[in-house]
């Protein structure tokens, strides 16, 4: 019996046991489900290709993390309306709910985005509104553009549900709402107009201050950031380093074109090229049609040096549509039309460019004449000279003079080739000119391995 009594005593407490166990089980797993996700991203620069890459991206890293709520940090005077149409399309489309947080401004293009996400929240003293197209000098654009704008604006406030007319009147002047705004002016909300008119969610100072009006409680914050290959990217298109590679791109195709069969200068080019063209290209600057031309205008260039004589058409085509194409790539435009692109952004595209052409070289030249006079140069380097006075000569030709005589041009001279003379054929070269085959020519130096050469008019 007291056998029994003991066994049934381990009993109850293994009972008790696999009690608690099994609270202390489901209160963790309460307390890892309760736990949401929060996700934080920043728009607090000009709306571009960039910043349409970054959202892009942001929005596929909170897919990863299987974030339950996005937040974006919202401070820009607006940019480009294409890229702006890309980040809302995105947004309307993400499962999750995104929200917004207008720290200081959202202008223009960044109205459009603050509209599409699921909940607008301001800080105190923020503004919406004012979201005219204006061209690079300020003025507003064409009305092609505003309609394009107040559709799209329209689209979004109804997809959100947000009053359509005005989110138009953002865009349109002459849109006149009883109450709101007069004709002749757009509308610019301050967070108390906007939470007046359906257009904000709340008034706060922080994304903490939004998650507890939402009553979200138990939280993770994650705030977004570029993984470092898109950091390097972002590198590249600095446009200081854009010049240094299209300083490369050109020098290396020179160079292979002066010597060819050497490599190194066409491998370079190639490597400064792929750096060049895919930061722009991933962020969407590059578009096919730049590349194409950038290509055709290497094919040019390469057809003058090696088929035509002389430098005429195709190499001045070939150049610019080589260095266009280069500027090109830098710029959003569409198909030639400048009319949405900044004033400032061409400039700095055309002066990289023209930069990486003309003062590379400078640079290349004015650092090449300093290397000679290190003591490194002079260990690795022969400097010593071995002067005609001293009994030294570079002639390896062993038949007699050959200064003064005549002979035909045996092959193309450019500037190098071959010359016949009283039936022997020598290598030639000339100062730089272009001699046809058969033409006649005469020896004004006979040092080296090689004849200079002129040709008899």
Not at 251 to 278: D, W
Not at 353 to 375: E, H, I, K, S
Request: glycine content about 8%.
């Amino acid at each position: 019996m007291a056998y029994i009594r003991i066994l049934g005593k381990e009993l109850k407490r293994y009972r008790v046991m696999r009690i608690l166990l099994l609270m202390l089980v489901v209160f963790c797993g309460l307390t890892v489900v309760g736990q949401q996700k929060v996700m934080v991203m920043e728009i607090k620069s000009e709306i571009d290709p960039r910043t349409n890459r970054y959202v892009e991206l942001a929005l596929d890293h909170a897919k990863e993390i299987e974030a339950d709520i996005i937040i974006i940090e919202m401070d820009t005077y607006g940019g480009l309306v294409d890229d702006a149409k890309d980040i809302v399309e995105n947004l309307l489309n993400f499962e999750k709910p995104v929200w917004v947080f207008i720290d200081k401004d959202a202008a223009s293009a960044g109205a459009l985005i603050s509209i599409a996400c699921d909940s607008i929240y301001m800080a105190p003293g923020a503004s919406i509104g004012a979201a005219t197209v204006v061209t690079m000098d300020g003025t507003a654009a064409p009305d092609k553009y505003q309609s394009y704008m107040r559709a799209t604006m329209r689209a979004t406030a109804e997809e959100s549900g947000r009053d359509p007319k005005i989110a138009e009147g953002m865009v349109d002047e002459n849109i006149e709402i009883e109450g709101i705004s007069e004709k002749g002016q757009v509308i610019t909300f301050s967070t108390s107009e906007a939470i007046q008119f359906g257009f904000c969610e709340g008034k706060v100072s922080s994304v903490e201050e939004i998650l507890e009006k939402n009553e979200v409680v138990d939280y993770e914050i994650v705030r977004y950031e570029l993984p470092g290959t898109e950091r390097v990217i972002a590198f590249f298109l600095n446009p200081f380093i854009s010049g240094i590679l299209i300083l490369v791109i050109i020098g290396g195709i020179y160079f292979e074109l002066q010597s060819p069969g050497v490599g190194f200068p066409i491998l370079a080019a190639g490597v400064a090229l792929i750096l060049y063209l895919v930061p722009y290209y991933l962020n969407g600057l590059a578009e096919s049609w730049e590349i194409i031309l950038f290509v055709v205008g290497i094919v040019l260039i390469a057809v003058e040096v090696f088929v035509i004589p002389g430098f005429g058409i195709a190499g001045v085509s070939g150049m610019v549509l080589t260095v266009g194409s280069l500027i090109l790539m830098m710029l959003n435009n569409d198909i030639f039309d400048f009319s949405l692109v900044p004033w400032d952004n061409i400039m700095i595209a055309t002066f990289t460019t023209l930069a990486g052409l003309l003062g590379g070289f400078m640079v290349m030249f004015m650092a090449g004449v300093r290397l000679t006079n290190t003591r490194i140069f002079n260990r690795v380097a022969l400097v010593d000279r071995q002067d005609r006075s001293e009994g030294y000569t570079s002639s390896f030709l062993v038949e007699d003079k050959l200064v003064g005589k005549e002979g035909v041009a045996y092959t193309i001279l450019r500037p190098s080739g071959r010359v016949e003379i009283d039936g022997e054929v020598y290598d030639a070269y000339t100062r730089g000119s272009y001699i046809p085959k058969g033409s006649r020519i005469k020896v004004i130096s006979d040092e080296g391995t090689s004849l200079k050469v002129k040709k008899i008019s």
